[in-house]
């Protein structure tokens, strides 16, 4: 379940006059746009202090009546943050946005890959902000049916990251799968309406982060701090990247007992964008200090002012709590001595070095015309980065419908697939992987 304190999103704000601010919200749990107005005159032109205190006002609004709203509700207005509400339903008040995503070959990716429908997903949690936890039918083999695949499936459906997202595909797309200590990339996914990229899945390790069952619950191992240390040492060296968000959140265990990293939506090439503030040594220190001593103080600290130097010099205190298979002073040294090893060696580019090429112009989309008194006067196909569902309900466009019903209807809507799918006849099979679809075996119509 996402958490309450990242559900919502002020995408951007519109102050018509002086007694109008609108709010453009949007619900991760839903999936959905909110135009949340509210009607005061009692903010001057000049008072940027209230101005900008109208966005927490209107989210404030939203939270307390979000999830009463019936689903064709696209916008809510209100003079007092403490009374009742309006809504509307017009056309005219829909904010909602859509990215207009480029076709599999805008990946430009020099091997195969497989792909997935998004309508061949079942939402089994949602983990994040556009992060949900999924299932899929495998392939069958010639020993039988495959066993649904389960993994973390990470998307845009709005414009606002959607660069970020793209730059972490293309990257992790470009890792090796068989690396023991690295999560493995899965699929690309692909809307099922218009065709485009939407997003990709990792396979998913259960268990819990280091962070969700710490040194507490599961004792630490020095063989694990030893393979963050190895995979580090390949990321940056052998891969030419830093990963630049080493935490215990990011880290997990696999079945076989082995360390893995995952979450490369931080990340850059050595050779450009590289920020020495969020160097993954300074990551590996922290990570390894808040793992003995359940300090997360550093956490809150920006990353330009994090001190590592005046950290290392500091005595580090086990937490009574915490775990271990080794003394405190063993995982000290492993570290030092890996951070003396690094000083020794440079980042020098050599071929296994990840390359590839930058986001694409945006991909033509249709798009209405407008004439000066702002009448439709037409429409055209022309490059888009974002596609107004109310101008493409207008022009009878086909689009997909990412709104879904909220959290706590999850459970109902699961329980309800399973006795459907208990009941459907396999007769087809998917191919996936091809960027080619061929009838699914007893097809799931969408992600919740």
Request: charged letters at 30%.
């Amino acid at each position: 379940m996402i958490d309450p304190e990242y559900r919502f999103s002020a995408a951007s704000g519109e102050f018509w006059t002086k007694d109008l601010y609108t709010w453009q919200i949007i619900d991760f749990d839903q999936r959905r746009h909110f135009s949340v107005t509210y009607c005061t005159p009692d903010i001057a032109d000049d008072d940027d202090d209230k101005i900008e205190a109208t966005e927490e006002i209107c989210l404030a609004k939203l939270r307390k009546h979000v999830d009463d709203l019936d689903t064709n509700v696209v916008g809510i207005r209100f003079s007092d943050p403490t009374g009742p509400i309006t809504i509307s339903t017009s056309q005219d008040d829909d904010a909602t946005s859509y990215s207009n995503n480029h076709l599999p070959a805008g990946l430009q990716l020099p091997f195969p890959i497989k792909a997935i429908r998004f309508d061949c997903l079942t939402e089994l949690d949602r983990l994040y902000p556009q992060v949900d936890l999924v299932t899929y039918v495998g392939i069958p083999t010639a020993g039988g049916p495959a066993a649904d695949t389960k993994a973390a499936f990470k998307y845009w459906f709005v414009s606002n990251g959607m660069y970020r997202k793209w730059y972490e595909l293309q990257l992790w797309a470009r890792l090796p799968r068989d690396h023991p200590h690295i999560v493995p990339f899965d699929a690309v996914v692909l809307d099922h309406v218009r065709g485009g990229v939407i997003g990709f899945t990792n396979v998913y390790i259960p268990g819990g982060t280091l962070k969700e069952t710490d040194a507490t619950v599961r004792p630490f191992r020095l063989s694990w701090f030893q393979q963050l240390l190895s995979v580090v040492d390949d990321l940056n060296y052998r891969y030419g990247i830093m990963h630049q968000d080493i935490a215990a959140r990011n880290l997990v265990i696999d079945e076989k007992d082995n360390l893995r990293i995952f979450d490369f939506n931080f990340s850059s090439r050595i050779s450009e964008y590289y920020d020495p503030h969020r160097d993954d040594m300074k990551g590996v220190i922290f990570t390894l200090y808040e793992i003995l001593t359940l300090d997360e103080q550093y956490r809150q600290v920006p990353h330009a002012e994090r001190d590592t130097a005046a950290l290392l010099l500091q005595q580090w205190e086990k937490h009574p709590d915490v775990k271990l298979d080794s003394e405190v002073h063993e995982f000290r040294k492993v570290l030092d001595d890996w951070l003396e090893e690094r000083k020794t060696r440079e980042f020098k580019k050599v071929d296994t070095w990840l390359q590839w090429p930058l986001m694409p112009e945006p991909p033509n989309g249709p798009a209405l015309v407008y004439g000066p008194d702002g009448e439709v006067t037409g429409r055209e196909i022309r490059p888009e980065v974002v596609l107004m569902r109310r101008d493409l309900i207008k022009m009878e466009e086909p689009y997909l419908d990412w709104e879904r019903p909220a959290s706590y209807r999850l459970g109902d809507v699961l329980k309800k697939r399973k006795l459907q799918k208990e009941v459907d006849v396999p007769t087809n099979i998917t191919k996936q992987g091809t960027g080619k679809s061929v009838e699914e075996t007893h097809r799931l119509k969408k992600s919740i």
